[in-house]
């Protein structure tokens, strides 16, 4: 009960110390910004780790972060192949195949405007389906191996890719379009000159919402079926094995993975769309 | 309107590309089926067209193409396959019955829907807390933020099986996944849009002398009401995928995820592809709904 | 008619369908416009000002009467690049610097590297924006982006310049400023201007020839030829004939709004 009480104690010792950083005049100084949120997830691990072992909740409920960390260390390379079977070889090559195949139908819908008001909604209607729906399908089709996680990306970041790709394009003002038509300028130039520019924030918009949702993808196709390696793989036989440690292990890889995955591509976009007000700050 | 004969034409387009591609998906069987019954195949025996794609083998047996439409467990089934299906396991059978896909159907409609209400109601309530409170704010939001980045999903079946071996079964466990994954996206948004009024605004209720409270009901809540709809639309849509996929792992045999789950097993393709329209249709039309009721609410504001 | 005319209209209608019925943008619009001439269009909005520069630019199509420009059709010597077009705002490229939102219309029309990078020096002194060229249109003031634009619209030296209320965002210190730098512009560099603005000081200020507009249906009421010297300070705005002149146009405005 002791080691309860003393995480109730940090809880409140830690969200007062954060309050008064928050209001404090140091508040816009960029070590407070990352500061606060840092002691509040420290916090969280530390009262987690308290109240699991005040409690002695039971390892197949709840294990502590400590126990997980142990895990991870010792299961370095389980997590490694894992993390190869599924992020790079399924995750990764799917999400590189679906978002240029994506942009290229995108140009193409772009290029002829029947086309784009035709595919425009229906792009978004099928963004909004549960497409992880056709992962059993898929394994089906591909077989067990990454390739059928790699399909299952593709069709999953797909339409979020194309629906922001067309919508970026469509993203420039009827001067900038009258200032190319003052030059003359031929669908190309203006393409590559004016439009495809313009359509960077969107694209990058698009490429974002992708990295998740390949990530996702990779996973839960492997619940339909894998081969003994894998994230989805081994989350779901250690789920059935109970052993709740290498489930937490795998999803702090899952975590780390998809907050670098994205962390990468923000920082492209950051170079590329340095111009777009949502990026002077 | 302008659109609609695009759209039609994008539409009749896909079906016509998906009846194409049944063909050489399914021509393998269909010919094994034929041979078995008799017929003369070139070449003969179904080892000697493995290696031939399915393409050379309709052109070199187009008599038989017509029977790769009705095969009983197809590779890729037709359309009009997965339409009887969903008719006859909709209409034709009794609501109740095991193998009624609104049955299974409203298993995983409820959850989704328990989930929501949850996800959201916790969502703007943190949203709230985050933008009247710095510390909250400061310590919450880029957690928040982040946790969009993660595959969240992935915890779904841990949630499933340690709530099950606590004792908590059926609807609930579902629901608290569905609830998690609308939850980020909701106090996103929301926060967003509680913050969206610009200084001009805020200057004019202070000018008002009004308070907090009055600041946060006649200014914060309607100017995020198209914000939070926006992120009501991403919500449901996630909650309905977190129903499925917490139908997954526990091998359930209830819902739309278990169906595709045990299609899976038993090679059911037809019965995969039903529940996934299914799954399709309910998620259209959940995001039908929320679309409309954001249509009425906005037009009241007068912001649309 | 003069053969040295630049841009030549003849009873020009052009009429807009909308949903409320048709539109008279502009009726029975005859204009000649010489070679080195600044032409100034005003009117109150609806006038059809604006929409009888784009006829020119070849931006809208005319739907009755006749209007060549260098001789071609407004469609031809768009094509050709025969001017050079000013809009409202500077709508420079965010994603280039000023140097490079600059040489964009040389990079589509094809002109050669070394050519691109001296015309693209050229027309950034003759603006005044020196040292600015590694610069982004964000990091600039307003009256700067515009001047970059026009420095854009002069790149490819065509000998028309369209400019359409270019200074009309700009506070009333800064358009003076640049009124007085685009006068030495257009006396170094001998182009014809079409310039509309709904301001009457800058129109007589700059013009050589005023052209006042009026509304439904978009009309010519009056056109001025300027009696004003070509070397031109800030302060002959206080001479009697600067008041004379604008004058005329107020008038010839106002008779305008009579016909209502």
Redesign the interface.
Known sequence: MTLVLLALILWIAAWWLNVRLANSGLSHTQAVRFGVPLIFGLTILVVWELVVRGLAVPLVILPPPSQIVARIASEVPTLWADFVQTFVKGALSGYVIGCVSAFVVAILADRFDFLRRGLLPVGNFIAALPIIGTAPILVMWFGFDWQSKAAVVVVMVFFPMLVNTVAGLQETTAMQRDLMRTYGASYWASLMKLRLPAAMPFIFNGLKISTTLALIGAIVAEFFGSPIVGMGFRISTSVGQLALDMVWAEIVVAALAGSAFYGVVAAIEKGVTFWHPSQRG | MKSFLPVLTVVAAIFALWYLAVIPMNMHAALTTAERGGAVISPEGAAARRDLSGISLAANNSEHIASTFNQDRPRLPAPHQVARELWDTTVEKKITSKRSLVFHGWITLSATLLGFAIGTGLGIVLAIGIVHNRAMDMSVMPWAIASQTIPILAIAPMIIVVLNSVGVQGLLPKAIISAYLSFFPVVVGMVKGLRSPDHMQLDLLKTYNASNAQGFWKLRLPASMPYLFASLKIGIAASLVGAIVGELPTGAIRGLGARMLTGSYYGQTIQIWSALLAAAIVAAGLVAIVTLIQRVTLRRMGLS | MTSNAVIQAKNLDLTFQTNDGPVHALKDVSLDVEAGDFVSFIGPSGCGKTTFL?CI???ENATGGTLSVNGMTPDEA????A???V???A?L???RTIGGNIR??L???GYAKSDQETRVREVMDLVDLKGFEKK?P?QLSGGMQQRASIARALAFDADILLMDEPFGALDEIVRDHLNEQLLALWARTNKTIGFVTHSIPEAVYLSTKIVVMSPRPGRITDVIDSPLPKERPLDIRDTPEFIEVAHRVRDGLRAGHLDD
Not at chain 3, 78 to 81: A, T
């Open positions: 784009r630019a070849g931006l768009r094509r050709n690049r001017y050079g077009y809009f409202q705002a709508g490229y965010p994603w964009l219309p990079e589509i029309m982004y964000w």
